[in-house]
């Protein structure tokens, strides 16, 4: 297999054109549970279903350290392998669970109509009183305020609090995630904005209404996903799914055929901005500053330092000189590096890590994730199987990077570099 050493830069590789997809509409990309949820930066199921059906067989394990919402997982069960998923971010993980938990149909549309029946009542006949009941139950940071009007808020909150008696938990946490969905819909965060912008004359959306639509638009979609994997009865043999820190995976040494992920970026905190809405509901957000250091790489949290085991990594780290996007950067690496170590500890001999990552630029330096990674690899014990170059998918984050701050930012202009041209997946083998 040819190891693409020669290249001095892995974008000299050929793009090939057939990982891109470009084929694939909304449709297809958000088939059975994909759909449940906008979720930032994930990379499309065809994508992990390519991957996944190439480098394993059925039964395997198939590991996400960064799981996200969950495709990997999804994809593993629906190729009839074992899905094991992780993620620092609450919200990823619930998200996860509910994609990959089949669901009773009839008993989820009955609980459905109960839910919209008991809540229309509650809303329009006894809102005051109501309102008082779970405001005693439902405790919110102050931070909500900023986002969402009175009286839009008072709506909210009932609504959740209804979800919250849901006996089932895994209907009582689809519901959650419908709910995580319309938050921003009816927010005045500016609809079109990745960014924690404000927009004050933004059009009002009815909380009900928009969580029935959500509902209904998504209910039809866990029928297609209950036939495929009908065969898994026992779903905890199928799937894992666990908050928790990528460099501690919930599966044996020696176990896993094959990891497929999509790591976050450099300022990977960046990603909680967009979490936060359901994560200040659902109680998992207090401080957005405290939020952030969960993060890779967040230049606020504490870590030892390690080698890199990267020359690529310190020479990156070295021109950025001493400051906190430094330090951010070299974090990064870092944890990445540790996350790299953990995989190999659950990979077999001749197991494949499909790293998917680009390369961006940050305060005018070349951030080449993609070239670290596989040297940080190979001084871990794994060899260079493949690397694919490929165009990327539209993800939902912006595709320019300031330079002067290395901050994501929406428009395009002569002072900023386009940060996901194309991307990699670094196919590294354990020897």
Request: positive net charge; proline residues 4%; charged residues 25%.
């Amino acid at each position: 297999m040819k190891t693409h050493n020669n290249f001095k830069n892995l974008a000299e590789i050929p793009i090939k054109y057939e990982w891109s997809f470009a084929d694939k509409t909304i449709k297809h990309t958000a088939y059975i549970t994909h759909g449940v949820y906008t979720y930032p930066a994930k990379f499309i199921p065809q994508l992990a279903a390519k991957i996944i059906s190439e480098y394993s067989k059925e039964n395997d394990i198939v590991i996400d350290p960064f799981m996200g919402s969950g495709t990997t997982v999804v994809e593993a069960m629906v190729n009839n392998r074992i899905g094991i998923g992780t993620d620092i971010n609450e919200i990823a993980v619930l998200l996860a669970k509910v994609k990959s938990t089949p669901i009773n149909c009839e008993l989820l549309e009955s609980e459905y109509s109960n839910l919209i029946s008991g809540l229309q009542y509650k809303l329009n006949t006894c809102f005051t009183k109501e309102l008082a009941i779970a405001k005693k139950h439902i405790n919110l940071p102050d931070r909500v305020d900023y986002w969402f009007k009175p009286h839009i808020k008072d709506k909210l909150i009932i609504i959740l609090h209804n979800i919250l008696k849901v006996k089932n938990t895994d209907i009582k946490d689809f519901f959650l995630i419908i709910f995580a969905q319309i938050l921003k819909s009816c927010s005045i965060w500016l609809q079109k904005s990745v960014k924690p912008t404000r927009d004050l004359t933004k059009k009002e959306i009815d909380p009900l209404a928009k969580f029935e639509w959500q509902a209904k638009k998504v209910l039809k979609k866990f029928n297609d996903f209950n036939s495929i994997i009908s065969h898994q009865t026992n779903i905890e043999k199928y799937r894992t799914v666990q908050n928790s820190d990528a460099r501690d995976l919930p599966c044996g040494a020696r176990k896993a055929t094959l990891i497929v992920t999509s790591p976050p970026y450099v300022t990977s905190y960046e990603y909680a901005d967009l979490h936060q809405l359901p994560s200040l509901w659902f109680g998992f957000l207090e401080e957005l500053a405290v939020f952030r250091k969960k993060f890779i790489g967040s230049s606020s949290r504490e870590r030892n330092k390690i080698k890199l085991k990267s020359k690529i990594a310190e020479n990156i780290v070295a021109e950025l000189g001493s400051n906190k996007k430094s330090r951010e950067v070299e974090n990064y690496f870092a944890d990445m590096l540790e996350s790299f170590i953990e995989m190999k500890r659950v990979l077999k001999k001749g197991g494949k890590a499909a790293i998917v990552i680009g390369n961006t630029k940050l305060k005018g330096v070349e951030i080449l994730n993609a070239e670290v990674f596989k040297e940080q690899f190979e001084n871990i014990g794994f060899k260079t199987h493949d690397i694919i170059h490929r165009e990327i998918p539209s993800k939902m984050l912006p595709s320019t990077r300031d330079s002067k701050n290395g901050k994501f930012t929406k428009t395009t202009n002569d002072k900023k570099s386009l940060v996901y041209p194309t991307e990699y997946i670094l196919i590294m083998e354990k020897k």
